[in-house]
């Protein structure tokens, strides 16, 4: 074989492996940020504020790329949702519930040995207060 030859199949691989790394790298991109998110929702506990102009929900959800499901607390008006949802922890329980004590005050009550991430003040409006479950026989507490 003559060096012309040998240089053109050289090339021709050099061409060939540069192609695949350019489209690996593509399809890795294409995977990690091009890809829709999915999530997979699920209602846990719904209570209408006592005017029934709104709700409350908490939702247990997982999408695909978080590691661990979550609780999400929604607040949503007769005109549709309010737009914030605040995640309130790591769904290892089921034993959550809500409470409206007026219509812009809300009850957010989850058992003792359950601990949010996220325990707000103010959502969209609404006064929320994180009450404790009580064990059986004691009233619920305020953390």
């Not at 219509?103 to 009450?131: C, D, R």
């Amino acid at each position: 074989m003559d060096d012309d030859r040998m240089k053109y199949i050289l090339n021709t691989f050099l061409y060939l492996f540069a192609a695949i790394g350019v489209l690996n790298t593509g399809v890795m991109a294409y995977v990690h940020f091009g890809r829709p998110l999915t999530c997979t929702q699920s209602a846990m506990a719904k209570a209408n504020a006592p005017d029934n102009s709104q709700w409350a929900e908490i939702s247990w959800q997982q999408c695909d790329s978080q590691a661990d499901p979550e609780l999400r607390l929604t607040l949503y008006t007769n005109g549709g949702k309010r737009g914030y949802s605040t995640r309130i922890g790591d769904p290892t329980t089921t034993e959550v519930g809500l409470n409206w004590t007026a219509n812009h005050a809300l009850e957010v009550i989850y058992p003792a040995s359950y601990a949010p991430t996220q325990m707000a003040t103010h959502l969209a409006g609404i006064q929320l207060h994180w009450k404790k479950r009580a064990a059986s026989g004691d009233s619920a507490t305020t953390p």
